[in-house]
T-cell receptor, first 114, second 117 residues
Framework: KQEVTQIPAALSVPEGENLVLNCSFT??????LQWFRQDPGKGLTSLLL?????REQTSGRLNASLDKSSGRSTLYIAASQPGDSATYLC?????????????FGKGTHLIIQP | GAGVSQSPSNKVTEKGKDVELRCDPI?????LYWYRQSLGQGLEFLIY????????KSGLPSDRFSAERTGGSVSTLTIQRTQQEDSAVYLC???????????????FGPGTRLTVL
């Protein structure tokens, strides 16, 4: 059974710093990996999708990498801003065709101090 | 519509009653997923629909849970004889295939917060 772990569980940093969130998964036979952010009381906002054949994806100040063989992904946030404060979730999709849903980590709760 | 919509946004019910939760996927998305988010369990996958095909029900937590999708679009998740442990936020997501035919990026709705008293 796929398990997804996110480290750290919580992180608080001053505004302007660059930071890295980590995600690991136990079964490397994944179809894709998705990073989300969740604001309190809200649904999930998709940030980046990395297909299993890709090594990284970038969107603005965000860069996500994928090392499928070692079961790891990182989300790099450059020049952090208070508006980046949220819970960040990593999720992987298994190779059961379309029948598997996403398996989620428990998230990293990020606070950016003004 | 612009995104995935869900209704109601909040539902409070008494133990033993039945509830129906609704999901409207993004127009043109063929895949639809239901998830549940609770404090103790995090986010867990419940059920998946591809078009009108019969869903994979293996992720449903009990036989009190059922789901249907009409016309390949709107979906309803029904919980019969609700229990207090069913209290959670129920999230719906939809996606369209990639150009190579595989599963694409999932987009989530705002969720329905269910409270069973």
């Amino acid at each position: 059974k796929q398990e997804v772990t996110q480290i750290p569980a919580a992180l608080s940093v001053p505004e302007g710093e660059n930071l890295v969130l980590n995600c690991s998964f136990t079964d490397s036979a994944i179809y894709n990996l998705q990073w989300f952010r969740q604001d309190p009381g809200k649904g999930l906002t998709s940030l980046l999708l990395i297909q299993s054949s890709q090594r990284e994806q970038t969107s603005g100040r965000l860069n996500a990498s994928l090392d499928k063989s070692s079961g790891r992904s990182t989300l790099y946030i450059a020049a952090s801003q208070p508006g980046d404060s949220a819970t960040y979730l990593c999720a992987v999709k298994g190779r059961g065709g379309g029948a598997d849903g996403l398996t989620f980590g428990k998230g990293t709760h990020l606070i950016i101090q003004p | 519509g612009a995104g995935v919509s869900q209704s109601p946004s909040n539902k409070v019910t008494e133990k033993g009653k039945d509830v129906e939760l609704r999901c409207d996927p993004i127009s043109g998305h063929t895949a639809l997923y239901w998830y549940r988010q609770s404090l103790g369990q995090g986010l867990e996958f419940l059920i998946y629909f591809q078009g009108n095909s019969a869903p994979d029900k293996s992720g449903l937590p009990s036989d009190r849970f059922s789901a249907e999708r009409t016309g390949g679009s709107v979906s309803t998740l029904t919980i019969q004889r609700t229990q207090q442990e069913d209290s959670a936020v129920y999230l719906c997501a939809s996606s369209s295939p990639t150009t190579s035919g595989g599963a694409g990026e999932q987009f989530f709705g705002p969720g329905t917060r269910l409270t069973v008293l």
